[in-house]
């Protein structure tokens, strides 16, 4: 990886998050981050692919060159364990909204705070720049996922959707009643 993610960690080691044992930091990413934020995306879902259409699963699991094209729409940020991309998530700001996008986590890096870390960071991006709510959309059957977003506040706002024919809700989280 060139002058990415895992070259930086060693730099923002003050202001990247840390996970308790300082084995897991979460860093913004940057469009040469793509190929492993692709490649933590395919090995994220693959257990999960019969579950989605072909065509849900392509969209859950965008190639490096899907990613690049849509770097511009908001942030994205890796979590990494040993210089590797173990996690990542992305935001796309829609008013006084942020949607989250992209959350995943490696199943090798699951259980280890990555994903409490990614959303933390989500968080207080959309907190920084005056989002009231957070907004995400998973699938029934990422029950480790949606309990991850109950923990931390998300819930169901009764909005189904599908992605190709995969189905899909909303989860919300309202931060505009924070101190």
Avoid: C
């Avoid at 999960?48 to 908001?74: C, F, K, M, N, V």
């Avoid at 990494?80 to 829609?94: E, Q």
């Avoid at 009764?158 to 899909?168: D, I, Q």
């Amino acid at each position: 990886m060139g002058s990415n993610a895992s070259e930086r960690i060693e730099s923002d080691a003050g202001e990247g998050i840390k996970s308790d044992a300082s084995v897991i930091s979460v860093v913004e990413a940057s469009p040469t981050d793509a190929d492993s934020v692709a490649s933590a995306l395919s090995e994220s879902f693959a257990e999960y692919r019969p579950l989605y259409t072909p065509e849900g699963y392509a969209a859950t699991t965008p190639s490096a060159e899907q990613i690049r094209a849509r770097w511009d729409e908001g942030p994205v940020w890796v979590a990494l364990r040993d210089r590797r991309v173990v996690g990542t998530v992305s935001a796309v700001p829609r008013g006084r909204e942020l949607y989250v996008r992209s959350m995943a986590v490696v199943p090798s890096a699951r259980g280890r705070s990555a994903g409490e870390l990614l959303l933390r960071r989500v968080e207080e991006f959309a907190l920084a720049h005056g989002h009231e709510r957070l907004t995400l959309t998973t699938t029934p059957f990422l029950s480790r996922a949606i309990r991850l977003y109950e923990r931390a506040g998300f819930r169901p706002t009764g909005r189904a959707l599908e992605l190709f024919g995969t189905p899909l809700f909303e989860m919300s989280k309202d931060l505009s009643a924070r101190d």
